[in-house]
């Protein structure tokens, strides 16, 4: 018996109640410089988008735009349905649906790896500490690093600082997670070890946001490459699409620049 076909309408009453993320005209301004013009951006459940484009482009503003890191001076944002609060205790349970992992590791030096992966469940999740450890130790262990648990920051490479810092955004169970360059301040050798968790992440249906240079991440990982220029998301397409057939005149460019030298 054949199918009967999708409508329109079907496909819109089910990407409505996929959609956990969504930018409807979003504007931004630094001063006199328009950073993000007119954003429109649905990303749903267990979708990982990567974010590309050359610096100054506002792919870092609009991550950060998501967790009410920057404010915005028009438009809305909805995660899951409900609309960005301004402030207060509301902002910061939403902030501990959206994981943010950082260029910078921004860990708490004086505190141990375990302490800094059960402080948040602790104090915004309300968890006991002997199930906030458990769950620190099965997230520390995903990532690698459950025998480096009780030393500091500063005793762990570049690479295994930013993997706590994944395992301390996951220890909220967040609703997605944003990367905001993550792998940019590190040195070339231990990217991968961070990549390589990311990836992990995409194969388990973590939705993810992820602003990043790595192209190679981009195509093996992400269901769809938003590119964008200018303040403004050029084009988005499937990687293999992107990769191989980019339609803007703007993303040729940035390919032909990145990918052939």
Avoid: W
Wanted: aromatic share 4%; glycine share 6%.
């Amino acid at each position: 018996m054949s199918e009967a076909p999708v409508t329109k309408d079907a496909k819109d009453a089910t990407s409505a109640t996929d959609a956990l993320v969504v930018l409807d005209k979003v504007n931004k301004h630094f001063g006199q410089l328009h950073v993000l013009q007119d954003i429109d951006l649905t990303i749903d459940r267990g979708e990982v988008v990567v974010v590309i484009g050359p610096s100054g482009s506002g792919k870092s503003t609009l991550c950060r735009t998501i967790n009410r890191l920057e404010t915005t001076d028009s438009g809305s944002i909805t995660i899951d349905g409900r609309p960005l609060p301004q402030e207060g205790r509301e902002l910061a349970r939403l902030r501990a649906d959206v994981g943010m992992v950082f260029q910078s590791f921004n860990l708490f030096a004086h505190k141990t790896v375990l302490d800094n992966v059960t402080l948040g469940q602790i104090k915004v999740r309300k968890k006991d500490r002997k199930s906030a450890e458990d769950t620190a130790r099965s997230l520390l262990e995903r990532v690698g690093l459950l025998a480096h648990a009780e030393k500091y920051p500063a005793q762990l490479s570049g690479g295994q600082q930013q993997r706590v810092a994944i395992a301390r955004a996951l220890a909220m169970d967040p609703k997605v997670m944003l990367f905001d360059e993550p792998t940019s301040a590190l040195d070339p050798e231990m990217i991968n070890e961070v990549l390589e968790v990311m990836q992990q992440l995409a194969r388990d249906g973590m939705t993810m946001v992820v602003v990043t240079h790595e192209m190679g991440f981009a195509r093996s990982a992400a269901n769809r490459v938003v590119f964008m220029a200018d303040g403004r998301i050029v084009e988005e397409a499937r990687p293999d699409q992107f990769f191989s057939n980019p339609r803007s005149d703007r993303a040729k460019d940035f390919l032909s620049k990145i990918l052939h030298h």
